[in-house]
């Protein structure tokens, strides 16, 4: 089945230490997010790519980037993880076939754990 | 900030519809209606969308009003699968757009 997957589903760093999540996808969807999620919370949309056209949103830290290499895969760089960044972290897809035809699909999420 | 307001919490009787309420008082003529739901520890996923005409699928209805001020999702049977978080957003519609999630409903179906 066509699907987003996340790798690994769960993740444990050390703070300061540099981790990258990732996301691939059989959708071959031109839009893909990034989101973090924290405990008891909405999940808040971090920066997204449409192809390989980036975006982020004004208020996501310089400590998180993100890569797209190609259309299936995209990639979140936390380069100093903070304990206020223990989360969540999901990526979604979108098909952008037109206005109100771009319902996102999600992946599973990683959780993201700094000691 | 999200531009829709939905009840912290519900409870479904198994087996019977669950009415999900939002409003969103300030829609724009042009943004869609999107319902999401999360079970815990998953990701969001899609249930339904629209725009001014009441929609339905295998999953739910998505029931707006004639001002489209408010909507209300159904889910027609509740099971106990159905306990999730339920996300009521709107937006235009347009690649990138931003899915701006409220806190949204939990809804727990009881049996």
């Known amino acids: 089945d066509a699907m987003v997957i996340q790798n690994p589903r769960y993740q444990v760093t050390q703070f300061g230490k540099p981790v990258t999540l990732s996301c691939s996808q059989t959708?071959?969807?031109?839009?893909m997010y990034w989101y973090q999620q924290k405990s008891s919370q909405a999940p808040k949309l971090l920066f997204h790519?449409?192809?390989?056209?980036?975006?982020n949103e004004a208020d996501t830290p310089d400590n998180f980037q993100s890569r797209r290499p190609n259309t299936s895969f995209c990639f979140l760089d936390i380069r100093s993880p903070g304990l206020g960044d223990a989360a969540m972290y999901l990526c979604?897809?979108?098909?952008?076939?037109?206005?109100?035809?771009?319902?996102?699909?999600f992946g599973p999420g990683t959780r993201l754990t700094v000691l | 900030d999200a531009k829709t307001t939905q009840p912290t919490s519900m409870d479904c009787a198994e087996g019977r519809a669950a009415n999900l309420p939002c409003n969103h008082s300030?829609?724009?003529?042009?943004?869609?209606v999107y319902w999401y739901r999360q079970i815990h520890s998953q990701g969001p996923q899609y249930i339904i969308h629209?725009?001014?005409n009441n929609e339905t699928n295998e999953m739910a209805s998505l029931i707006i009003t004639e001002d489209r001020k408010s909507s209300t999702l159904i889910l027609p049977h509740a099971t106990l699968r159905d306990t999730a978080v339920y996300y009521c957003?709107?937006?235009?519609?347009?690649?990138?757009?931003?899915?701006?999630f409220g806190p949204g409903t939990r809804l727990s179906v009881l049996p």
């Open positions: 979604a897809t979108s098909r952008d076939a037109g206005q109100g035809l771009d319902e996102q699909f």
């Open positions: 300030t829609i724009s003529g042009n943004e869609y």
């Open positions: 629209g725009l001014k």
């Open positions: 959708l071959n969807h031109n839009v």
């Open positions: 790519y449409y192809d390989k056209d980036f975006n």
């Open positions: 957003i709107v937006r235009v519609g347009f690649r990138g757009q931003n899915f701006v």
